[in-house]
């Protein structure tokens, strides 16, 4: 793998950097597309506070383009910001994490899954980044975990949160009362007539097709660290599709990261299990109030805008 880091001033400066580092470690970059393997994703900068990633199937962003974006948002008074880039290989895949207001954390992440079969079904690209394209300036925050669910919502409007997701492949976006939207990311599977996990509103209400993490990776996160020890773990990112039989299909698992627990951990802490090494960050800022997050209204944790002690770890061995 290959790592940098630095200091950013602007978001276009940002995306530069980006660009660079991946075409510098086996990338292509052609008409403001970034691909490699089965990842193609172009990179833009609406204005002087957004860095917007989407993703498409063809270098010319002709073949099945994802009908969305999701956006990384930094204000002129939250830089400069410190990023850390990581660019993976086997499978292919890029992180950048950006540390700012020097507790906050936004992640924009690209790539490809390891599929649990390469004939399984089409796809295993996709691309994620920590704010959504609608309510971009609210962010996005842990509601709550439990063995089954993870779930998100918005400081200053849980009402409505435009189906932001703090972390890739979580389960569940807070709406409206007692209605819950699909976790969007840009992911790439042929499944039942779908190509992208789309954000549209036959969706709305957990409908035909949702990715998310699989239970044992869910529960296991959930349950961590251990209590006897408080050892965290690194729990892989298994991934898993609701089809429209409502039967569940195991789709692989994301290799380069893992979620882990940081109680016992700060920004950019090493986690070394011999021989790898794990990077490790909050998801949106490390908030021990409430690890687990809770419902809205039932204590501050969304008032603190904070992610719990959910975070996840980047191979490194920089």
């Known amino acids: 793998m290959a790592f940098q880091t630095g200091t950013f001033t ?94 906050k954390i936004q992640v924009l992440m690209f790539g490809d899954i390891v599929k649990v079969n390469n004939s399984a079904f089409v796809g295993g690209n996709f691309f994620f980044a920590s704010r959504p394209t609608t309510n971009y300036t609210l962010a996005t925050c842990l509601e709550e975990i439990t063995d089954t669910n993870i779930e998100s919502s918005t400081y200053d409007n849980p009402i409505y949160n435009g189906r932001g997701t703090f972390m890739p492949f979580q389960t569940y976006a807070f709406l409206v009362t007692n209605c819950y939207g699909r976790s969007t990311m840009g992911f790439h599977a042929e499944i039942d007539n779908y190509i992208w996990d789309m954000d549209d509103d036959e969706d709305r209400v957990a409908a035909n097709k949702r990715i998310m993490l699989t239970e044992s990776s869910i529960s296991s996160y959930h349950r961590s660290p251990n209590q006897w020890d408080t050892q965290a773990h690194l729990i892989p990112m298994h991934i898993t599709a609701k089809m429209e039989d ?73």
């Open 10 to 103: 602007t978001v276009a400066g940002l995306k530069s950097t980006i660009e660079s580092f991946c075409t510098t470690n086996g990338w292509t970059l052609t008409s403001g597309v970034l691909y490699k393997g089965l990842s193609y994703i172009k990179l833009t900068t609406p204005d002087a506070y957004r860095l917007t990633i989407t993703g498409a199937n063809s270098v010319d962003f002709l073949t099945t383009p994802c009908p969305f974006s999701q956006t990384l948002y930094l204000l002129a008074e939250e830089l400069p910001a410190t990023y850390y880039l990581f660019v993976h290989a086997t499978p292919d895949m890029c992180v950048c994490v950006v540390n700012y207001s020097t507790v």
């Open 246 to 318: 409502s039967l569940w299909g195991y789709l692989g698992y994301v290799e380069h990261i893992r979620l882990i627990r940081i109680d016992n951990y700060n920004i950019g802490d090493i986690v070394e299990i011999a021989p790898d090494s794990w990077k490790v960050f909050p998801w949106v800022k490390k908030e021990m109030t409430y690890p687990n997050g809770g419902k809205p209204g039932d204590n501050e944790q969304l008032a603190l805008e904070g992610s719990g002690s959910l975070g996840f770890a980047v191979r490194y061995d920089v």
